[in-house]
Nanobody
């Protein structure tokens, strides 16, 4: 099992920034890819960003490209999502996820999920 704990969400005005963190523990040697997803009220969970656990590959949803950056600290087993120029449409619960597969963007490709952290962007 892999445990994931997110932190860093909150309320911010449009144009502001937030950094989310996701601390991984447990059988992390089974993890080959990690990602961030989000779910707004009444909507399905959607892909935001992904990173390979080893190496530097990253991928982003078109809606966040140029504004969000996914990065990690392997020594600390922590994944981050730096979110800049936030927009009201970024409001959602953000989830960290881990996969035994490398570099996936589909919800079904992830085996472990955090509890989520709320991000609210006011206009």
């Amino acid at each position: 099992q892999v445990q994931l704990v997110e932190s860093g969400g909150g309320l911010v005005q449009a144009g502001g920034s937030l950094r989310l963190s996701c601390a991984a523990s447990g059988r992390t040697f089974t993890v080959n890819g990690m990602g961030w997803f989000r779910q707004a009220p009444g909507k399905e969970r959607e892909f935001v960003a992904a990173a390979s656990w080893s190496g530097g590959r990253t991928a982003y949803a078109d809606s966040v490209k140029g504004r969000f950056t996914i990065f990690k600290d392997n020594a600390k087993k922590t994944l981050y999502l730096q979110m800049n120029n936030l927009k009201p449409e970024d409001t959602a619960v953000y989830y960290c996820a881990a996969s035994s597969l490398s570099f996936r963007v589909g919800v079904r490709d992830y085996d472990y999920w955090g509890q989520g952290t709320q991000v609210t962007v006011s206009s």
